[in-house]
């Protein structure tokens, strides 16, 4: 499944929900921010696996050895040597 899982957590009570898209997400975040005045975070806990694939392609996430040198996303670096 490639649905997003979205936490929204309040910082200021124990309010705490699960949504799996981002529209829901933030309207029970601005729902919950408006009735009760509170600070309301969230957390994108899952993207498209394609999405993740592609930032560890790029090496974003800033773990060290997650770049992919055979990522499709570099090929681009290949061909730019023919001229
Ligand atoms: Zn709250």
Redesign the pocket.
């Known amino acids: 499944m490639a649905e997003t899982n979205v936490e929204v957590t309040?910082l200021?009570?124990a309010?705490q929900e699960s949504h799996a898209a981002l529209g829901r997400a933030r309207v029970a975040l601005a729902a919950?921010a408006s009735e009760?005045g509170?600070d309301?975070d969230w957390t994108i806990n899952r993207v498209a696996p394609g999405v993740e694939r592609a930032g560890s392609d790029a090496g974003v996430c800033g773990i060290d050895g997650c770049e992919n040198q055979d990522s499709p996303l570099l090929d681009w670096r290949k061909t730019a040597d023919e001229s």
Do not use: A, G, K
Request: a negative charge; proline letters at 0%; charged letters at 10%.
């Open positions: 309040c200021d009570c309010f919950h009760t509170h309301v």
